[in-house]
């Protein structure tokens, strides 16, 4: 099963990129990769979902190299109210549909 | 709000005791599936239904147990609690099954063992 990790926490400023890498190295022919927020006392709420290259929608853009071994989630200009864990979710296939997230990181934003 | 919904949002019961978590999923939504998160394991994925039947199974104790009915809302039963079953639990649900379905997640129900 694909075992998912991310970097623990990061901090930016208000109106700069950020970008959270996932790292999946197992995953299988057909997962797919989606991120999620969640804000405290919250459920995760999707944020974008992706196969392979590149994905936009109107809040992310998500980057999946050849390999699909990673995937970065890219959230341009964020503001305070981005303060929130981020978690990728791959969906495993061994028989049965699973679902793992990753470990999430936690997105401080300063102003 | 997802449009799932999730009672209680919150339970204090004790150890070896029994509780009922219950989930209503989006109207039109056929599978449902049960998320544990807690401090130290994040979000562990336990179970999924769809329409009616079982159709993944995560890392769920054997003390836990998951129906989803004809009406398609769903519950989660864990017995015997023990402390480590204090956790945030999450219901999210679907459309349809797979991988590539956008799950919708409730807001959760945090039970405290004592």
């Given at each position: 099963?694909?075992?998912?990790?991310?970097?623990?926490?990061?901090?930016?400023?208000?109106?700069?990129?950020?970008?959270?890498?996932?790292?999946?190295?197992?995953?299988?022919?057909?997962?797919?990769?989606?991120?999620?927020?969640?804000?405290?006392?919250?459920?995760?709420r999707?944020?974008?979902?992706?196969?392979k290259?590149?994905?936009?929608?109107?809040?992310?853009?998500?980057?999946?190299?050849?390999?699909?071994?990673?995937?970065?989630?890219?959230?341009?200009?964020?503001?305070?109210?981005?303060?929130?864990?981020?978690?990728?979710?791959?969906?495993?296939?061994?028989?049965?549909?699973?679902?793992?997230?990753?470990?999430?990181?936690?997105?401080?934003?300063l102003? | 709000?997802?449009?799932?919904?999730?009672?209680?949002?919150?339970?204090?019961?004790?150890?070896?005791?029994?509780?009922?978590?219950?989930?209503?999923?989006?109207?039109?939504?056929?599978?449902?599936?049960?998320?544990?998160?807690?401090?130290?394991?994040?979000?562990?994925?336990?179970?999924?239904?769809?329409?009616?039947?079982?159709?993944?199974?995560?890392?769920?104790?054997?003390?836990?147990?998951?129906?989803?009915?004809?009406?398609?809302h769903?519950?989660?039963?864990?017995?015997?609690?023990?402390?480590?079953?204090?956790?945030?639990?999450?219901?999210?649900?679907?459309?349809?099954?797979?991988?590539?379905?956008?799950?919708?997640?409730?807001?959760?129900?945090?039970?405290?063992?004592?």
């Amino acid at each position: 099963l694909a075992k998912t990790t991310q970097p623990i926490s990061m901090d930016s400023y208000e109106g700069q990129e950020v970008n959270i890498t996932c790292s999946h190295n197992n995953i299988a022919t057909n997962d797919y990769i989606t991120w999620y927020q969640q804000f405290p006392s919250q459920g995760p709420r999707f944020i974008i979902q992706g196969y392979k290259t590149k994905v936009t929608n109107e809040v992310a853009s998500l980057f999946i190299p050849a390999d699909r071994k990673s995937s970065t989630l890219s959230l341009p200009r964020v503001s305070l109210s981005d303060t929130a864990v981020y978690y990728c979710l791959v969906g495993a296939t061994s028989g049965t549909y699973k679902y793992i997230f990753g470990t999430g990181t936690r997105l401080k934003v300063l102003a | 709000d997802s449009g799932v919904t999730q009672t209680p949002k919150h339970l204090i019961t004790a150890t070896g005791q029994r509780v009922t978590l219950r989930c209503s999923p989006r109207s039109g939504d056929l599978s449902v599936y049960w998320y544990q998160q807690s401090l130290d394991q994040g979000l562990q994925f336990l179970i999924q239904y769809y329409n009616g039947e079982e159709r993944a199974k995560g890392n769920i104790l054997e003390r836990f147990s998951a129906q989803q009915f004809p009406d398609l809302h769903s519950e989660l039963n864990l017995s015997s609690l023990e402390l480590g079953d204090s956790a945030l639990y999450f219901c999210a649900s679907s459309v349809d099954s797979g991988n590539r379905e956008t799950q919708y997640f409730g807001p959760g129900t945090r039970l405290l063992v004592l």
